[in-house]
């Protein structure tokens, strides 16, 4: 859906570093044999997804962002599951508790703001392809990275398919990088 243009398509994630991205797509391409596939640059685990927001929300937003307060941890994705509409996705299969409080913290402080988000249990996964079926027997592979900051992204529709945009970027504390944005 393409959103008005005073308004922007935002949502909070933790992004998956470049690396690990590599990785997962390669991995990927010998695994899934059809759908349409997610760009390596595209992947993350969204936390908390808005919706159309008016474009003068933002500042709001990132201040609120900056003034959550939540550890870093080792997000280790080591589960495959199928969701909704043929997305085939790469999940943990047991959520650090640290990721659940951050989209509970992030929940909450939008619900502050009356920013009310989906009413389905927050469920994290990192999407792989669309329009795809998870194959047989296909042994879920574990990728894992340092969750050390999580992010505000604008969605995109572009020629070449959906991007994301990086807003703003907050370290998760251990993470000892600077806020941005
Ligand atoms: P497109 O919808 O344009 O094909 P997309 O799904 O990647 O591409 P968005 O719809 O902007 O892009 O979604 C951005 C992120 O937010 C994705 O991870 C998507 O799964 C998630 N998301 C979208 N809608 C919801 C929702 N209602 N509840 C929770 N997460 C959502
Ligand atoms: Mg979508």
Known sequence: MQAHA???????????????ATAIAQWRDGQLPG???????N?????????????????????????IEAP????????LIALGKGFVCLRPQSPPAALLQLATSLGQALG???IMLDCRPFLPHLSLARQAELPPHC?????????DRFVLYLSENTRDGVRYRELGSWPLA???AEAAG
């Open 6 to 20: 005073d308004t922007l398509r935002l949502f909070f994630a933790l992004p998956c570093p470049p690396e690990q």
């Open 35 to 41: 759908g349409r596939k997610v760009v390596p640059d």
């Open 43 to 67: 992947f993350h685990l969204t936390l908390a997804f808005l919706g159309a927001q008016p474009a003068t929300r933002l500042e709001a937003l990132k201040h609120l962002a900056a003034a």
């Open 72 to 79: 870093s941890f080792e997000l280790k994705l080591d589960g």
């Open 112 to 114: 502050a703001q009356g």
């Open 139 to 147: 042994t879920p592979p574990t990728f894992s990275w340092a969750a």
């Open 174 to 176: 251990g993470a000892g």
